[in-house]
């Protein structure tokens, strides 16, 4: 029986354990996948935490942003554009989503369908046991969507595009053109955040302005495209940080507000807005966030997005690709780590030091 190293969470909020997993065999269309980077997400950090309201059954490999080199393939496949695929080539590849529930096949809305299988919340010692991506190794089912990744995107980038990057490509994809005369203001300073100001400046915003924290982040979003900053450390007052936006917008309110932080930034987005703005809900996991309905923009419209379509993830992996000379992605990822340390990666998450960990292979 074949095994590999894997980063095992064995019991909420303890160390997790480096293990010898079990490597399926294939099934037909499947692949086998050594992965060269994973990067963390906020959403490992709460799985470790706790379980999420859908539910853990522990023990899990964490992590969902993958991105490897194929090992094995059962058969022949081809990528997202219908190309040939080889053993040897770099990929990222897209979750499945079921194709017969009612989001799938009536609604047209993949994301939500209710039985999608994603990574990172899989037991490691069930069929077919590698499905997180902290793991020497990961099975990539044969209903996953392959994209190929480019020599010139850092395995560590194309990893952030298999949840944060293809989550934002999908609120731009719903959100639509944004005119040359729009100002966007972008709430968060993350790797959501500056990925999503890189976005709205490259399609051509006037203004692009980002709100977060701290100064360090804020100065990374400079050079992803923003014209403008508010730290929300110095500026501790909502009411102000929505009067800086208004300066910004002859009183008007922002075109577009990206909520790139946590859902309890809503309300203060909302206040940003202008009377028939679009408002993107990205960010997650903020708590209880009450909207006076009565206060909200006259004809607005507010679109609440949730992961990508397989699409989503090409986008951002071209994005990655041929604007690479344009924004620095790589400052995004902000600290990497072997697999041996993915306790002082998840401690460095969880304590907020660090705000993207890149787990590297090679
Ligand atoms: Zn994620
Ligand atoms: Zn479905």
Known sequence: MNTCRAAVITAHNQPLEIQQVRIPDLDPGSLLVRITASTLCGTDIHRWHGPLPKGDSLPIITGHEPCGVIEEI????????????????????????????????????????????????????EHPFLLGSCAEYMYVPPECLIIKVPDEVTSASAAASACAYRTVMHGYDRLGAIKSHETVVIQGSGPLGNFAAAVAKDHGAKKVLVIGAPANRLEVSRRMGADDTLNIETVKDAKDRVEWVKGHTDGRGADVVIQ???????????????????????????????????????????????????????????????????????????????????????DDMASFKVVKAAIDFN
């Open 74 to 125: 059962s058969g022949s496949r081809t990528d997202i554009l219908g190309n040939p695929i080889k053993r040897g080539d770099r990929v990222v590849w897209s979750y499945v989503a079921c194709g017969s529930c009612y989001y799938c096949s009536v609604a047209l809305q993949p994301c939500i369908c209710r039985g999608r299988a994603s990574w990172g919340h899989n037991r490691a010692d």
């Open 260 to 346: 790139c932080a946590t859902s309890s930034a809503v309300p203060e987005g909302l206040r940003m807005l202008r009377d028939g703005g679009r408002y993107v809900s990205i960010g997650v996991s903020g708590g209880n966030a009450m909207v006076d309905i009565e206060r909200i923009p006259q004809e607005m419209t507010f679109l609440n997005v949730r992961s990508g379509e397989p699409r989503h993830w090409l986008q951002a992996i071209d994005f990655l690709a041929s604007r690479r000379d344009r924004f620095p992605f790589e400052e995004m990822i902000s600290a990497h780590y072997k697999l041996d340390q993915i306790n002082q990666a998840i």
